[in-house]
């Protein structure tokens, strides 16, 4: 396998156990630990790390190891206030750039009879959510917003790991949320989509938040 095609394996498998909260937050890592559950030498390890430390998700200790880094309180409300700036925004502003088909795609995913947790996976569920939030952010013709977006989406992702897997109960609320925006979304009232969303995306706020203040608190 080539070197560049090493590097983009161990940045992807890394990453992603980081934003599933496979390696949670404050977790310490090791080279030949990294190179033993991968598989692959250092060298393309420890480029995969240089590019995920800058994108603020490890920090890199030379002599010691690698932590993954916490998610602290300003972090979630920064996250937060550029979702709730943006989000509800978009569906005001730019609704009508959405797809009617995918919206009705969505729609069949999040509210028909027997659409649920009980049916699909948490995985996919967590997907089909970044997915969704990823739709109305790319319908959106101001790249400006998009490039101020994309530095908060992968701590956004870990969020939602980091809630669901704590509260099956937020995941079965989550769920009935975005069935509110697709379907205000579906009746052309963006007003009302745009009320859902930021209701949506206050409910999630509250929610990290409480799970990032019991972590502390537990320490």
């Known amino acids: 396998m080539e070197k560049t095609t090493l590097k983009t394996l161990a940045y992807n498998t890394i990453k992603n156990k980081i934003v599933s909260c496979e390696y949670a937050p404050g977790m310490f890592l090791t080279e030949e630990q990294l ?21 603020g998700l490890v920090e890199l200790k030379s002599k010691v190891g690698i932590t993954v880094k916490p998610l602290t309180m300003r972090d979630i409300n920064m996250c937060f206030e550029i979702r709730m700036l943006y989000e509800p925004y978009i569906l005001e502003q730019y609704g009508s750039y959405l797809n009617e088909e995918v919206l009705e795609g969505y729609y069949q995913s999040f509210c028909l009879p027997g659409t649920d947790l009980d049916i699909i996976s948490e995985k996919d569920y967590y997907q089909l959510d970044s997915d969704f939030h990823q739709m109305l952010i790319e319908a959106c013709p101001n790249h400006y917003i998009k490039r101020t977006y994309a530095l908060i989406q992968t701590q956004s992702e870990r969020f939602r790991y980091m809630t669901g897997n704590e509260s099956s109960a937020r995941l079965q609320d989550s769920f009935k949320e ?3 925006i697709i379907s205000a979304c579906l009746q052309k009232d963006w007003n009302e989509a745009s009320r859902q969303m930021l209701h949506h995306l206050k409910e999630s706020k509250r929610t990290t938040f409480e799970l990032a203040f019991n972590n502390m608190i537990n320490m």
Do not use: M, N, W
């Not at 190179?35 to 994108?55: F, G, N, V, W």
């Open 35 to 55: 190179k033993a559950e991968l598989k692959i030498s250092k060298t393309p390890i420890r480029d995969a790390l240089i590019r995920i430390q800058e994108e």
């Open 178 to 180: 975005h069935c509110q």
